[in-house]
Nanobody, 126 residues
């Protein structure tokens, strides 16, 4: 069973930075992808960044240029460095994973998620 555990959420002032991490375990093959989504009350979860096992990276327009996704295969961890945070970035951030034939669709179209983390809240004060 794939398990995802987020860490690193918290409170930051607008313009500041936070780094989220997702510890992943349970993958049985090499063809997988890990993504970050976020959700605010009353809205659908929004896919914001994704990285495949072979290093292909995708960003939503709303975060490109401010957020950076990276992976540490030795630690089975995917991180999201968030810079120049804005009040509208405040949300619960979720780590998500997919594998096999659904890995690439998750990264390109933000669907076909097969496992979710529990989420990490991020608050941005203005």
């Amino acid at each position: 069973e794939v398990q995802l555990v987020e860490s690193g959420g918290g409170l930051v002032q607008a313009g500041g930075s936070l780094r989220l991490s997702c510890a992943a375990s349970g993958f049985t093959g090499d063809d997988y992808a890990i993504a970050w989504f976020r959700q605010t009350p009353g809205k659908d979860r929004e896919g914001i960044s994704c990285i495949t096992e072979n290093g292909k990276i995708h960003y939503a327009d709303s975060v490109e240029g401010r957020f950076t996704i990276s992976s540490d295969k030795a630690k089975n961890t995917v991180s999201l460095q968030m810079n120049n945070l804005k009040p509208e970035d405040a949300a619960v951030y979720y780590c998500a994973a997919s594998w096999g034939e659904t890995a690439q669709p998750m990264c390109v179209r933000w669907y076909a998620i097969r496992s979710w983390g529990r989420g990490a809240p991020v608050t941005v004060s203005s």
